[in-house]
Every structure is written in structure tokens, then in C-alpha cells.
């Protein structure tokens, strides 16, 4: 008699562990749950503030490393922690998510690889160059977005990495098409769901940060070169030709320009004063030739200049004298010339009448029109 009631048990068991559903899915459901789908979080993701994924966790944790650039180790901490999570008989899935996330790392690594990275994304040079690596990359965060597949029906269904041999669908229609049979449970959905979030919102914040300091940068940039061409100390073609020679890059800050020029045989005109007491004051144009000096240009934007030279001084009444000119400040100067040693000296006094000439060396002009472009500038 109990051999008998044993045995029935069993075909019970057995039969009802037969019918069982497969712990990699749930029971059918008539409409497919908000995380299966192509939509927003928000109406969800409150539910799961406690996931090391939830955004503001995410941001909290790993705040002093996203700021400094360290978006690598941020990401690989995150994939080890969802690697870590027991999916149960739904781990192969599992694999096909995180078979795809090496790709998105590898893809990071090609980019941080980049010539002129040293380390960690903690200087814009290095953020440019990263970005515009990443954006190279085959692998882009498309790739982690929620896509349209078709399942063993031919109907169309939501899942991940279509074209891949990791292609994963969400859940599949009954044969009757009214009913879904979810492939993943809904935690495993909304944990993914998070993980994915997380990583767009890495590189796009990134992102962000980086464009955001860098139109401001570029555009303080525009604003130097327009300072340094088009109002500071003006420069004749050869002094041009030379400073472009002289001065190039690295020879100053990355996007330019300059912080200082040589002056060359310079022309300048003015007006020459007797310091003489005892002399009628004597006023008289001239012409001073700036032989050989350097201008040094200051504030953050060079938006004034300073200099000194020595100059060539040339009067119709008097023989060639020579002296030093000073460049006080923007198109200022005031210099002091010896006609005759064994005479006093004069002061001299001019503009800059050739401030309004453009400087056209080609070097610095290309470097000026490369920075515009950067800003979708014509």
C-alpha cells in the first residue's frame, strides 16, 4: 500500500514539475510590462532606488571619478556588478548583455589608447581627443539601445543587438498573438534597463561636460586671435612671414594664439619734443624704424600689449638718430632719441597708424580659421 501511494506521489511530481514553466520566464501576460519596451524609465525607476544602476546612486558613487575623466573604471566597476547578479537559468541572456558590454569597453579602451591621453580623461586636450576617438569607434551607444526584432511567429517584438550572434529577444506572442511570454523576468528586465541607462548617461554627461567647457573655450579662443590679428601690435608682411617662423606650435597654447611677436624694421610715425629747458620747444615729425624689439601680451583674452625696441629715427633737420621706443600700451608709445650724443635727447610720441592692417601669416591665419571651424563658424 505505501509502495503504492509512493509511486503515485512521484507521477504527480513528476507530471507537475513537467508542466512547470522554465524558471527563465514568467507566465503569459496580455500586455507587455513599460520595461520591455522602448520608453522611458521614469515611471518605474523610483521603484528601484536601491540598484547600485539608479541614477542617483550612480551619480553619487561615482561623482569624483566622472569628474575626473575616469569613465573606464566607472564603467568595468558597473559590468562587474551586474556580472555578479544571479540570473538563474536566464544566464546565458545574461552572457549575450555582457558578451555586448566588453564590446562597449573595448571600445572605450581603443579610444583612451588615443596618441596624447596619458591616464585618466582629466584635462580637455584629453577629453577631445577621446570623444572624437569614441565617435569613431564601430561600437557606439546605439548599440545598447532597445531595438525591434521579429520572434519565431514573424511578429515584431522588443530586444537587443539585432544582426549579432548575441541577438536577445524580451518576450515572445503566443500562437494566437494575444498573450506575450516574457523571456526575462521583469527585476532582470529593470536592473538591465538601469545598467544601460547609466552607461549612456556616462558618456553623454561626459559628453555634455566636455562640449559645454569647450564652445566656451573655443570661443574665448576666437576672441585671443581676433585680439592678436586684428587689434594687437600690427605687423608688416615680412614681420609676419618671421613671427610666423618663429613663433608656432607648441610654441604657444594649444588653441592659440601666441602671447608675444617680434617687431622687425618697423615703421613708425609720430612726433619728436625737445626736452631742451632752455631750448624753444621744438615739435617735429618723424619717422622712427623699429629695427629689432618684442611685444608681450596680457590679460586672459591679450586684449593689451606692452613692448620695447630699439629704433632708427628720421628728421628732414637733423642727422639719423637713434633711440628706444616703448609700447605703453595698446597703440601707444613713447620713446626717447640722441640725434647727437654730445645733445640732449627728444621724446617721441606716436600711434600705431598700421594698427588696421591684417597680419597675413599663413600659419596664424589657418590656425585661427581651424578654431572657428571647430565652432561651425564660416
Given at each position: 500500500?505505501?509502495?503504492?501511494?509512493?509511486?503515485?506521489?512521484?507521477?504527480?511530481?513528476?507530471?507537475l514539475?513537467?508542466?512547470?514553466?522554465?524558471?527563465?520566464?514568467q507566465?503569459?501576460?496580455?500586455?507587455?510590462?513599460?520595461?520591455f519596451?522602448?520608453?522611458?524609465i521614469d515611471?518605474?525607476?523610483?521603484?528601484?532606488?536601491?540598484?547600485?544602476?539608479?541614477r542617483?546612486?550612480?551619480?553619487?558613487t561615482?561623482?569624483?571619478?566622472?569628474?575626473?575623466g575616469?569613465?573606464?573604471?566607472?564603467?568595468?566597476?558597473?559590468?562587474s556588478?551586474?556580472?555578479?547578479?544571479?540570473?538563474?537559468?536566464?544566464?546565458?541572456?545574461?552572457?549575450?548583455?555582457?558578451?555586448?558590454?566588453?564590446?562597449?569597453?573595448?571600445?572605450?579602451?581603443?579610444?583612451?589608447?588615443?596618441?596624447?591621453?596619458?591616464?585618466?580623461?582629466?584635462?580637455?586636450?584629453?577629453?577631445n581627443?577621446f570623444?572624437e576617438?569614441?565617435?569613431?569607434?564601430?561600437?557606439?551607444?546605439?548599440?545598447?539601445q532597445?531595438?525591434?526584432?521579429?520572434d519565431?511567429s514573424?511578429?515584431?517584438?522588443?530586444?537587443?543587438f539585432?544582426?549579432?550572434?548575441d541577438?536577445?529577444?524580451?518576450y515572445?506572442w503566443?500562437?494566437?498573438?494575444e498573450?506575450?511570454?516574457?523571456l526575462?523576468?521583469?527585476?532582470?528586465?529593470?536592473?538591465?534597463?538601469?545598467?544601460?541607462n547609466a552607461?549612456?548617461?556616462?558618456v553623454?554627461?561626459q559628453?555634455?561636460?566636455?562640449?559645454?567647457?569647450n564652445?566656451?573655450?573655443?570661443?574665448d579662443?576666437?576672441?585671443?586671435?581676433?585680439n592678436?590679428?586684428?587689434?594687437?601690435?600690427?605687423?608688416?608682411?615680412?614681420?609676419?612671414l618671421?613671427?610666423?617662423?618663429?613663433?608656432?606650435?607648441?610654441?604657444?597654447?594649444?588653441?592659440g594664439?601666441?602671447?608675444?611677436?617680434?617687431?622687425?624694421?618697423?615703421?613708425?610715425?609720430?612726433?619728436e619734443?625737445?626736452?631742451d629747458?632752455?631750448?624753444?620747444?621744438?615739435?617735429?615729425?618723424?619717422?622712427?624704424?623699429?629695427?629689432?624689439?618684442h611685444?608681450?601680451y596680457?590679460?586672459?583674452?591679450?586684449?593689451?600689449?606692452?613692448?620695447?625696441?630699439?629704433?632708427?629715427?628720421?628728421?628732414?633737420?637733423?642727422?639719423?638718430?637713434v633711440?628706444?621706443?616703448v609700447?605703453?600700451?595698446?597703440?601707444?608709445n613713447?620713446?626717447v632719441?640722441?640725434?647727437?650724443?654730445?645733445?640732449?635727447?627728444?621724446?617721441?610720441?606716436?600711434?600705431?597708424?598700421?594698427?588696421?592692417?591684417?597680419?597675413?601669416?599663413?600659419?596664424?591665419?589657418?590656425?585661427?580659421?581651424?578654431?572657428r571651424?571647430?565652432l561651425?563658424?564660416?
Amino acid at each position: 500500500m505505501r509502495t503504492r501511494v509512493l509511486a503515485l506521489f512521484l507521477c504527480i511530481l513528476v507530471a507537475l514539475l513537467a508542466g512547470a514553466p522554465p524558471l527563465s520566464a514568467q507566465n503569459p501576460v496580455d500586455a507587455v510590462p513599460s520595461e520591455f519596451e522602448d520608453v522611458p524609465i521614469d515611471n518605474w525607476e523610483s521603484e528601484e532606488r536601491t540598484s547600485p544602476f539608479h541614477r542617483q546612486r550612480f551619480e553619487d558613487t561615482y561623482a569624483d571619478k566622472i569628474q575626473t575623466g575616469q569613465i573606464l573604471a566607472v564603467a568595468s566597476e558597473m559590468i562587474s556588478l551586474f556580472d555578479a547578479q544571479d540570473w538563474g537559468e536566464n544566464e546565458p541572456k545574461q552572457e549575450k548583455i555582457l558578451n555586448q558590454l566588453q564590446h562597449f569597453l573595448d571600445a572605450l579602451k581603443v579610444a583612451l589608447l588615443s596618441p596624447g591621453i596619458e591616464g585618466s580623461l582629466d584635462t580637455k586636450a584629453e577629453q577631445n581627443i577621446f570623444l572624437e576617438a569614441f565617435n569613431r569607434a564601430e561600437f557606439g551607444l546605439h548599440t545598447l539601445q532597445i531595438e525591434t526584432l521579429t520572434d519565431a511567429s514573424g511578429e515584431d517584438v522588443s530586444g537587443y543587438f539585432k544582426g549579432t550572434a548575441d541577438e536577445l529577444l524580451l518576450y515572445e506572442w503566443d500562437e494566437d498573438g494575444e498573450n506575450v511570454l516574457l523571456l526575462l523576468t521583469s527585476e532582470q528586465m529593470r536592473q538591465w534597463r538601469l545598467l544601460q541607462n547609466a552607461l549612456s548617461n556616462l558618456v553623454t554627461e561626459q559628453v555634455a561636460l566636455v562640449v559645454a567647457s569647450n564652445v566656451q573655450e573655443l570661443e574665448d579662443a576666437v576672441e585671443r586671435w581676433e585680439n592678436f590679428l586684428d587689434r594687437g601690435y600690427s605687423q608688416m608682411p615680412w614681420e609676419s612671414l618671421v613671427n610666423g617662423w618663429l613663433i608656432e606650435p607648441p610654441g604657444f597654447p594649444e588653441l592659440g594664439p601666441p602671447g608675444h611677436q617680434w617687431i622687425l624694421l618697423h615703421p613708425t610715425i609720430g612726433l619728436e619734443l625737445s626736452v631742451d629747458p632752455l631750448d624753444e620747444a621744438k615739435i617735429k615729425e618723424a619717422m622712427h624704424v623699429e629695427f629689432l624689439g618684442h611685444i608681450w601680451y596680457r590679460g586672459e583674452q591679450l586684449g593689451d600689449y606692452w613692448g620695447v625696441s630699439a629704433t632708427v629715427s628720421l628728421r628732414e633737420d637733423l642727422d639719423p638718430g637713434v633711440g628706444v621706443l616703448v609700447h605703453i600700451r595698446r597703440n601707444w608709445n613713447l620713446g626717447v632719441t640722441w640725434h647727437d650724443v654730445d645733445e640732449d635727447p627728444f621724446l617721441f610720441f606716436s600711434v600705431d597708424l598700421f594698427r588696421f592692417a591684417k597680419q597675413s601669416a599663413s600659419k596664424y591665419v589657418a590656425e585661427y580659421e581651424g578654431v572657428r571651424a571647430q565652432l561651425g563658424l564660416d
